[in-house]
């Protein structure tokens, strides 16, 4: 009984931690900024006003000024209502044009501007991510201090948090109701103003400039490993009352989980859903491929995958290989992509109907399972996976919009573009139109070609399986753009394959539910694998799980000693569905990375066993062959086989090279090869020093030796594709270094496609150390677990958090500036970006017309070809990226710049705003000979 009590009380501790951490999250600048002391009660010689009167537009409020810019402090608090949003409105300066703090406002996004001696410009633009709209309050208060940070709260939400050693605002002529100069008057009501001003002294300055650079990012680390240590401490309550198998062995023991526990997580997923948009949208895609997933679950899922729980993995499993190979079909036959979603209902519904009338005691027994396990598995939801999501979506999890984040690989950009072009109604029939194009060009002139146009062929690109996910992803969220759901869409994908390696763990390889749970909480935090997805290579990501369960059901057929033709014909059938979602997914792992694999392990086994057991590999063969047959009629896999073969035989492949040479230790998580990489250095070879090369060779040695007590098992027939991963591995590694010692792109491919299966390997093996190593030293097999899963925990938060850092995320309104520009005729028109400060791999899935990168177009190089020929009759759209908060006077030779958009020049003339005119601009050849002559200098 007291077990029972403490338990509880245990679960009940930990629902409340995530249930007050979940609140302050969604607030967690306004939570910091109420709960730590104010910087404001260290000024020397504070100044503190308060304004009665309130502003109504005509004349701004003078507030004073402060001589002395060093360690200077401000502090605003105010209330305001805008009226009209024209002409740029200013709401406060402290000292005109740049040179101080502002606030201005563009249609309904608004921007603090502050002076910055670490930028380029001299001054910093900083767009607040929520929307200004005209008639409404807003509570605005902003915190800045020189050489230190600018905080921005709109209704108690911090919405601007930026730290900077260059921050240098004078304070010469503060301002309520207007800034920059006297024509950007504000037009509304200001009240309840307050201003303290002054400034700090030396001492307290320095102790705030070594307060982290972001504080806000500080917390959320702490806060995101206090929930994986709260989770993982969960399993081990041994420490406070009896063991870990006693909170199993209690929901065990109970015939039904108490109404009033479900009833408490499912409000607490809700509110989760309600207030945090990111994780509503992945739980949305969730319950979609659990709902289309079923039927197929029933038919085709062989048994040895039907373990209780699992069900909850493998029905939207099943649901994602449909959705995979249907949705490519609707490709392949230029059918509308929008038109999946109800075709997907439809089959459901149909299937549903059929299976409940021919298969009626196998529907009836799934959906029994399902209600009984039902609670314990929202349980399991709610403690575990509902954690790890967050803490893997967090880079856009308090953007206050649903949005993508990009920070080296472009990659991200290319795929949204491509089901962006579907979700608006392009078809692959259409995309065919342009292959005369690319006559004649090798893959790395299409590269080229693309890099100079912000052209992505879509007759050249075979991801059909991921474009038609991310585009019924973006269908069922309600979403208006691809790049609102592109990155949380990895998340599905992603979670599958740790649900995989869960599995493995336990149901293969023996491993206790403790021991499983946390290899796949520490393989779902290993850098490398987080790498994989946030740097865009998301093909490969949404391919893995496909890969893995191919090898999985390789092995599976392995250790049977016999099995029914029946049985067989079903293995067959499964592993089909998977080779042609492979196939249309990322078609390399399967012709390039298997059969290598398969050979390894053929010739492995019959050095260990002497003897072939040929049935395994015939099942594979067959399931290859009749998942080839499947995707046939989509009419790519010929175009797709001969445009990757030139890809790797004319460039070699290619990729940007990673920061290191991954050692083992580094492969399995137990240190970042990423943790020294930046936007600065992307694509460079960093090196080691002497002692973190001897540290890592030691703790890669003690893994390896770890594996040496496993692989000395005798009698396992398994260990033949276990030892072939690691060979070919390391194989490779060898090949590649001799060929390219400063390229090792192909190197980190290969480990990754083969990392799940090591880890798998590598943490069984760790139970064999334990016996013989380390009983002595921990009690408890599972507090040895916990111990090393926490470095990989812990290096993996490390990695999240840097990415959260450095990535940038896609603007709100360039998100909207799409649905803005389905108005205007894009037919003919080159787009020419004389002004970008965005990366520009952005733009093509916002504004698809083909652009003329000047950095990267050779008209000598391209003259002589077809499509450069077909580019002297475009019009030319002058791109001009405004930056934020930063407009340009109507004045003789400047630009009328509107709506973050475009303009159309005629021999250096502003003709039309290109968002309200289709008329024809100047053709190619004069726009290049004129534009730099004629109108450059003025701009």
Request: glycine residues 6%; positive net charge; hydrophobic residues 50%.
């Amino acid at each position: 009984m007291k077990s029972r009590i403490t338990i509880r009380i245990a679960l009940i501790t930990v629902l409340l931690a995530l249930s007050m951490l979940a609140a302050h999250l969604v607030n967690l600048g306004g939570f910091i900024h109420i709960h730590l002391p104010q910087v404001d009660d260290f000024i020397d010689n504070p100044e503190t006003t308060s304004v009665s009167q309130d502003s109504n537009g005509n004349t701004p409020i003078v507030l004073g000024k402060l001589e002395k810019t060093e360690n200077a402090y401000f502090r605003l608090k105010l209330r305001f209502r805008l009226d009209n949003a024209e002409g740029f409105p200013n709401l406060f300066q402290t000292a005109v044009f740049n040179d101080g703090l502002r606030m201005e406002i563009n249609g309904t996004t608004a921007a603090i501007v502050v002076a910055d001696s670490s930028v380029k410009e001299g001054y910093r633009v900083i767009i607040l991510p929520n929307a200004i709209n005209i008639g409404q309050w807003y509570k605005l208060e902003v915190v800045a201090l020189n050489g230190g940070y600018v905080r921005a709260f709109l209704n108690e939400q911090n919405v601007v948090d930026v730290s900077s050693t260059g921050i240098s605002m004078a304070m010469s002529q503060i301002l309520v109701g207007g800034g920059f100069d006297k024509t950007r008057m504000f037009r509304g009501q200001i009240d309840s103003i307050s201003l303290k001003k002054g400034n700090l002294s030396p001492r307290v300055g320095a102790v705030v400039r070594n307060i982290p650079n972001s504080l806000h990012s500080v917390l959320s680390l702490i806060s995101n490993v206090g929930i994986l240590i709260s989770i993982l401490l969960c399993l081990f309550i041994k420490k406070i009352n009896g063991t870990a198998g006693k909170v199993t062995n209690y929901f065990r023991s109970l015939d039904q989980i108490p109404i009033a526990v479900s009833a408490s997580l499912i409000f607490f997923q809700i509110l989760l859903m309600l207030v945090l948009p990111p994780y509503r949208n992945v739980a949305i895609t969730y319950f979609f491929l659990f709902f289309i997933g079923i039927n197929q679950y029933v038919i085709l899922t062989p048994s040895f995958l039907k373990e209780r729980f699992f069900y909850f993995l493998f029905i939207p499993f099943n649901g994602l290989l449909l959705l995979t190979v249907l949705g490519s079909y609707f490709i392949g036959f230029s059918i509308d992509i929008k038109l999946l979603v109800p075709v997907l209902f439809g089959v459901t519904v149909l299937g549903n109907l059929i299976n409940f009338k021919f298969n009626r005691e196998k529907f009836i027994l799934i959906f029994s399972g399902l209600k009984t396990d039902f609670s314990r598995a929202l349980i399991f939801f709610t403690l575990f996976a509902t954690p790890l999501i967050l803490c893997l979506i967090s880079p856009v999890l308090f953007s206050g919009y649903s949005t993508s984040p990009y920070r080296i690989g472009p990659d991200m950009a290319s795929y949204a573009k491509m089901a962006q072009y579907l979700l608006d109604g392009g078809t692959w029939t259409e995309a065919n139109l342009r292959a005369g194009e690319f006559i004649g060009m090798s893959p790395g002139g299409i590269n080229r070609y693309s890099d100079a146009t912000m052209s992505w062929p879509l007759m050249y690109y075979f991801r059909w399986g991921l474009t038609a996910f991310q585009a019924t992803v973006t269908t069922i969220t309600l979403s208006k753009h691809v790049f609102e759901t592109a990155f949380i869409s990895m998340a599905i994908p992603y979670l599958f394959l740790c649900g995989l390696v869960l599995f493995w763990l336990k149901s293969r390889m023996g491993l206790g539910v403790a021991a499983a749970l946390l290899g796949a909480i520490a393989f779902a935090l290993n850098p490398n694998t987080i790498n994989l997805w946030y740097e865009g290579f998301y093909g490969n990501v949404f391919a893995l799980c496909f890969f893995i369960l191919i090898l999985f059901i390789f092995l599976q057929i392995r250790g049977m000693k016999s099995f029914k033709d029946r049985d067989m014909i079903q293995f067959i059938l499964f592993a089909s569905t998977v080779f042609a979602a492979s196939l249309l997914s990322y078609g390399e792992c399967v012709f390039f990375v298997l059969p290598p694999f398969l050979v390894f392990v053929f010739i492995v086994d019959f050095l260990l066993n002497r003897s072939i057991k040929w049935a395994p590999y015939l099942a594979i063969l067959g399931s290859a062959c009749i998942g080839l047959l499947i995707v046939l009629p989509c009419d790519f896999i010929v175009h797709w086989a001969i445009l990757t073969l030139k890809q790797l035989t004319q460039e070699g492949g290619n990729g940007y090279t990673q920061p290191l040479w991954a050692l083992p230790h580094e492969i399995l998580g137990y240190s970042s090869i990423y943790l020294e990489a930046t936007p600065d250095v992307a694509g460079r070879l960093l090196s080691r020093s002497s002692t973190k090369l001897f540290a890592g060779l030691i703790i890669s040695c003690i893994a390896l030796y770890s594996l040496l007590l496993y692989f000395r098992r005798k009698g396992k027939e398994e260990n033949a594709l276990y030892l072939s991963c690691i060979l070919l591995v390391a194989l490779l590694a060898c090949l590649v270094y001799y060929k390219s010692p400063n390229n090792n792109y192909t190197y980190m491919k290969m480990y990754v496609f083969f990392l799940p299966i090591i880890f798998i390997t590598f943490w069984s093996s760790l139970a064999f150390a334990y016996e013989k190593h380390a009983v002595n030293l921990f009690n408890n097999k599972n507090l040895f677990f916990l111990f090393l899963a926490l470095p990989i925990a812990i290096n993996g938060m490390v990695y999240i958090f840097q990415y959260k850092e450095e990535s940038t995320l896609i603007e709100n309104y360039k998100i909207g500036l799409h649905s803005e520009i389905e108005l205007i005729n894009f037919n003919k028109v080159i787009m020419y970006p004389f002004s970008m400060h965005s990366n520009r791999t952005m733009y093509p899935a916002i504004l698809p017309a083909p652009w003329i990168i000047p950095a990267l177009w050779d008209p000598d190089h391209w003259k002589d070809k077809p499509y450069y020929k077909n580019f002297i009759n475009y019009k030319v759209y002058l791109f001009i990226e405004k930056e934020s908060s930063h407009s340009y006077e109507v004045q003789h030779g400047k630009v009328i710049f509107q709506n973050q958009c475009c303009i159309i020049i005629d021999s250096g003339k502003v003709v039309r705003d290109a968002v309200n005119s289709e008329d024809d601009s100047v053709d190619f050849d004069i726009f290049t000979n004129s534009i730099k002559e004629s109108f450059g200098k003025e701009l």
